[in-house]
């Protein structure tokens, strides 16, 4: 019990601390507890972070997939639009915005734009899985009429 009360009282002054320095500035991003299509996040027991960088080229679009984990994208640059092949709906992500993507879900991201897209993704992984990304066979693809 004395652990928690000494772990609850560092948190609180060290938030309130970064918060009080001189020439510090926090600003909120996003609290999540739900996906971009409502889904409650459950982030796996013992989970391995992966962070990493993305960059659509103008035209690029990824091929149908869904995330068994939690993943989720903050777009530093660009607009990254957001299909949900199941059921056809479609969102606009822009810059300074961060998302939960959806689990379980196919799905694919364009970059219908002029320039770049950029994004920092990070993903909750169980320990030992490296990639948060399942392909959709091209076939199953076409049936959903994504090519």
């Not at 320095?21 to 609290?31: E, K, L, N, Q, R």
């Not at 149908?64 to 989720?72: D, S």
């Not at 092949?85 to 689990?103: C, H, N, R, W």
């Not at 734009?113 to 091209?138: E, F, Q, W, Y």
Request: glycine share 8%.
């Amino acid at each position: 019990m004395k652990r928690i009360f000494f772990t609850l009282c560092l948190a609180i002054f060290s938030a309130g601390a970064q918060a009080a320095t001189p020439g510090v500035t926090v600003s909120s991003v996003a609290s999540l507890d739900t996906t971009i299509i409502g889904q409650k996040i459950e982030v796996p027991k013992d989970p391995t972070v992966i962070v990493s960088t993305v960059v659509f080229a103008p035209g690029a679009k990824l091929p149908v997939h869904k995330h068994l984990y939690p993943h989720y994208a903050y777009v530093l640059e660009g607009t990254l639009t957001i299909i949900n092949v199941e059921t056809g709906k479609s969102f606009d992500i822009v810059p300074g915005q961060f998302l939960a993507e959806m689990q379980n879900t196919w799905h694919y991201g364009v970059n219908n734009g002029k320039t770049p897209v950029r994004l920092l993704i990070v993903d909750h992984v169980p320990k030992g899985v490296t990639s948060n990304v399942v392909a959709m066979d091209p076939k199953e693809a076409a049936k959903w009429g994504v090519k």
